[in-house]
């Protein structure tokens, strides 16, 4: 089993950037593809971005195309999500999360860690 604990979040003004991370115990984090999910207040939990194992595949939801970029240190057991261009939309708690695959099963979630972003 893995556990996670998601960091980096905050109040940011629109336009800004922040980075979160998720950080993982055990030894076997590089073996799972890892994911970053969000929900906003009264609203169901949104896919945001994915990472393979290897990093050779990430995948983004249609809202963050572009502006969002997913990264992951094995080394460090350590997933990033980049976050640029913020808008107050982008308001939720975020989440990562490990998986077998990406697409496959969820194996873990973390804590969540709160992105506010002001107009």
């Known amino acids: 089993q893995v556990q996670l604990v998601e960091s980096g979040g905050g109040l940011v003004q629109a336009g800004g950037s922040l980075r979160l991370s998720c950080a993982a115990s055990?030894?076997?984090?590089?073996?799972?593809?890892m994911g970053w999910f969000r929900q906003a207040p009264g609203k169901e939990r949104e896919f945001v971005a994915a990472i393979s194992w290897s990093s050779v595949n990430t995948y983004y939801g249609d809202s963050v195309k572009g502006r969002f970029t997913v990264s992951r240190d094995n080394a460090k057991n350590t997933v990033y999500l980049q976050m640029n261009s913020l808008k107050p939309e982008d308001t939720a708690v975020y989440y990562c999360a490990a998986l077998t695959r990406v697409g496959g099963t969820f194996v873990s979630w973390g804590q969540g860690t709160q992105v506010t972003v002001s107009s």
């Open positions: 055990g030894r076997t984090f590089s073996s799972y593809a």
